[in-house]
């Protein structure tokens, strides 16, 4: 089991930067995957927008709008994910998740995700 604590969000106004970070409380090295993710006002969890994600070859993938502002990095060895955020608009507001996509032996389930609590950031105008 493995839990996540992300930190780092807040208020900033349009145009502004925040650095989120996600603290893992075991070993993340053996996560494929570490990803961002967002829950805007009014949507429901299932529409949790995938936006960053990082591969344990470090392979970085972002979504279009997430490109050019926002950088996602992870530091197995301090079992930290972290994602920048730069030139911030409105539309960011949302609660923002990490999520580790974690190998597991088949006897033991198969691959496992854990999810954080998520961390407000809300953009002003």
């Known amino acids: 089991q493995v839990h996540l604590v992300e930190s780092g969000g807040g208020l900033v106004q349009a145009g502004g930067s925040l650095n989120l970070s996600c603290a893992a409380s075991g070993t993340i090295s053996n996560a494929y995957n570490l990803v961002w993710y967002r829950q805007s006002p009014g949507k429901q969890r299932e529409e949790r927008e995938l936006f960053a994600s990082i591969a344990a070859t470090g392979v970085v993938n972002y979504a279009d709008f997430a490109k050019g502002r926002f950088t996602i990095s992870r530091v197995d060895s301090a079992y930290m994910l972290y994602l920048r955020m730069k030139s911030l608009e409105v539309e960011d507001t949302a609660v923002y998740y990490c999520?580790?996509?974690?190998?597991?032996?088949?006897?033991?389930?198969?691959?496992?995700?854990?999810w954080g609590q998520g961390t407000q950031v809300t953009v002003s105008s």
């Open positions: 999520e580790a996509e974690m190998w597991r032996a088949p006897y033991l389930g198969g691959p496992v995700s854990y």
